[in-house]
C-alpha cells in the first residue's frame, strides 16, 4: 500500500511538471502554426546540413521548451518542409539548450561550473551529429507517422506546382491524370462545385491549417486555443502513460542498488543513463534531482544523467512517437545513448 502511494504520489509529481511545459509548447507550436508563416522561417535555414543542425540546437533560446513542449514544435516544423538536420537539432537540443534551464543548471552545480559548461557543450554537439545523420534521409516518408508523412507526401507536390517545378517530372504526369480517376478522392459539392479533392491532403489540412496573414486577430486567437486543445488530447495521452511507467520503474527500482553503482567510471555511466531514462524529469529541475547524487557519482556519470535524460526519456519517447515511427525513435534513442556515453567516459577517465 506504501508502494501504491508513493507510485501515485511520483506520477502526479511528474504530471504537474510537465504539463505546464507540454502546455507551453503546444501554444508556441500553435502561434507558429497561425502569426508565424513557417516557410519563410524555413526557407532562410542553411541549406548545409551540419550548419542546419547547428542552427536548429541553437533554436532553443528563441523557443525555450523543454522535453514535453518541444515535440509539437518540431512536429510543426517537419510539417513546414523543415530541413531534417534542422527539426532534429531542436528536437533533441531545445530542452538543454535555453536560458531557463541553463540557469537551473547554474545554480544547481554553482561549485562545480565544468558540469554546466560541459552539459551545455555537450548537447550542442550530440544534437548536431544526430541531426546531421539523419540529414542523410532524403525521404522522411518512412520513419514518420502515417498522417504526416501523407501530408508530406501530398502538400509538397502542391508547392512544387505553384512554382513551377513539375515540368518534365513524374509529378507532371500525375497531374495530367484527371482527379476523379486519381485513388483516395471524393467530389466536393457546394461552394466547390463537385470538385475533386484528395481524402488524405483535406483530412490533414483540415487539422494543420495554412498561415494565413489576411485573418483578424482574434480569428486567429480562437484557432490557437482550439488547436492547442487538439494537440493536447493527443500529446497528453501518451505524456500520462509515460509517466505512469516512470513512476512505476521508480517505485520497484531499490534505490541503494543504484547508489552502490555509481563508483566506477563505465557502470556509473551507463546506471545513469537508466536513470535518466526511466525517471523522466522534466529538464527545468533535473539539476536538482542530480545533484543528489553527486557525493556517490562521478562527474561523467552526472553529465550523462544531464545530457541525455532530456533528449530521451520515457515520456519523450511517447511523445516522439506522435512524429516518429518506433524504428526511428529507437534509433535516435540509440544514437543519442552511445554519444553521451564516449562523451562522459571521457570526462570520468581525465577526472579519475
Known amino acids: 500500500m506504501n508502494q501504491l502511494s508513493n507510485g501515485y504520489t511520483i506520477f502526479l509529481s511528474l504530471l504537474v511538471e510537465a504539463i505546464p511545459f507540454l502546455l507551453i509548447g503546444v501554444l508556441f507550436s500553435s502561434m507558429l ?131 513551377g517545378l513539375l515540368e518534365g517530372s513524374d509529378l507532371e504526369k500525375e497531374a495530367e491524370v484527371p482527379s476523379i480517376l486519381k485513388p483516395g478522392t471524393y467530389l466536393l459539392g457546394g461552394k466547390l462545385g463537385g470538385q475533386a479533392v484528395r481524402m488524405e491532403t483535406a483530412a490533414v489540412e483540415a487539422t494543420l491549417p495554412a498561415y494565413s496573414p489576411s485573418k483578424p486577430f482574434w480569428d486567429k486567437m480562437r484557432l490557437v486555443i482550439e ?4 494537440e493536447l488530447r493527443e500529446l497528453g495521452a501518451v505524456l500520462v502513460l509515460g509517466s505512469a511507467i516512470a513512476a512505476a520503474i521508480q517505485v520497484l527500482a531499490p534505490r541503494e542498488l543504484i547508489l552502490s553503482l555509481g563508483v566506477g567510471p563505465i557502470v556509473s555511466i551507463l546506471t545513469m543513463l537508466v536513470l535518466a531514462a526511466v525517471v523522466s524529469i522534466c529538464s527545468t529541475v533535473d539539476s536538482f534531482f542530480a545533484l543528489s547524487f553527486a557525493s556517490s557519482f562521478t562527474s561523467g556519470s552526472l553529465l550523462a544523467f544531464l545530457v541525455f535524460g532530456p533528449m530521451i526519456d520515457l515520456k519523450g519517447i511517447g511523445l516522439m512517437l506522435s512524429i516518429f515511427k518506433p524504428k526511428a525513435v529507437i534509433y535516435l534513442f540509440v544514437l543519442a545513448a552511445q554519444l553521451t556515453f564516449l562523451f562522459c567516459l571521457i570526462v570520468n577517465l581525465h577526472f579519475i
Request: proline share 9%; charged share 15%.
Open 33 to 163: 502554426l497561425f502569426f508565424v508563416d513557417e516557410r519563410a522561417l524555413v526557407e532562410k535555414v542553411p541549406k548545409n546540413p551540419m550548419l542546419a543542425a547547428v542552427c536548429g540546437s541553437l533554436l532553443g533560446f528563441l523557443f525555450p521548451v523543454c522535453e514535453c513542449g518541444n515535440v509539437p514544435v518540431a512536429r510543426r516544423l517537419i510539417t513546414q518542409g523543415a530541413p531534417t538536420p534542422f527539426a532534429i537539432g531542436f528536437l533533441l537540443a531545445a530542452p538543454t539548450i535555453n536560458p531557463i534551464v541553463i540557469w537551473a543548471t547554474w545554480v544547481a552545480f554553482r561549485d562545480q561550473p565544468e558540469i554546466v559548461v560541459l552539459r551545455v557543450v555537450f548537447s550542442l554537439l550530440i544534437a548536431t551529429i544526430i541531426g546531421y545523420v539523419f540529414s542523410f534521409q532524403k525521404d522522411l516518408s518512412p520513419i514518420l507517422q502515417p498522417t504526416l508523412a501523407r501530408y508530406l507526401k501530398f502538400n509538397q507536390p502542391q508547392k512544387a506546382q505553384s512554382k
Open 227 to 230: 488547436n492547442s486543445i487538439q
